[in-house]
């Protein structure tokens, strides 16, 4: 087999773990909508979210412990978020002193900051911070 033959191999591979990943995604995504139907389901499942990776990173970081990317459902709920929610002008003073996007969805406010890293904060429908990481 020649270098061609296996950068041949190699890149079949990759398209087809890229075309994995992928599937793998779409299918958390159908998985996270059947959680909700309606606003109130939402915010429901929000807060149970937040609320249940607050606890779980608070522990991490009590027993000294580490993860290398958790899949995590609120992870989803962003892309989900970012394919269906409605772009808002910056709202405050982070958002409009840095480069962000704002993302209004279910009456929840969803915003990435970027400086030197991204601070994503969300908000609940009473404009209330309830998470930020």
């Known amino acids: 087999m020649n270098l061609l033959e296996n950068d041949a191999l190699c890149c079949d591979k990759l398209i087809e773990l890229y075309h994995e990943r992928i599937e793998r995604e779409n299918r958390n995504v159908i998985r996270v909508r059947k959680f909700y139907h309606n606003d109130d389901d939402f915010n429901a499942l929000m807060e ?3 609320q249940k990776d607050y606890d779980r990173f608070q522990k991490l970081l009590s027993e000294g412990k580490s993860t290398k990317n958790p899949w995590r459902i609120l992870y989803v709920i962003l892309e989900i ?7 808002i002008p910056p709202f405050d003073t982070l958002t ?3 480069p962000s996007r ?3 969805y279910r ?3 969803f915003s990435w900051v970027h ?3 991204t601070l994503i904060s ?3 429908p009473t404009n209330e911070l309830v998470y930020r990481f």
């Not at 978020?81 to 772009?87: A, F, I, P, S, T």
């Open 107 to 109: 009456g929840w406010t």
């Open 115 to 117: 400086g030197e890293g």
């Open 122 to 124: 969300i908000y609940n």
């Open 102 to 104: 704002s993302i209004l």
């Open 96 to 98: 409009k002193m840095l």
């Open 48 to 50: 149970k979210i937040t």
């Open 81 to 87: 978020v970012m394919e269906e929610g409605q772009d």
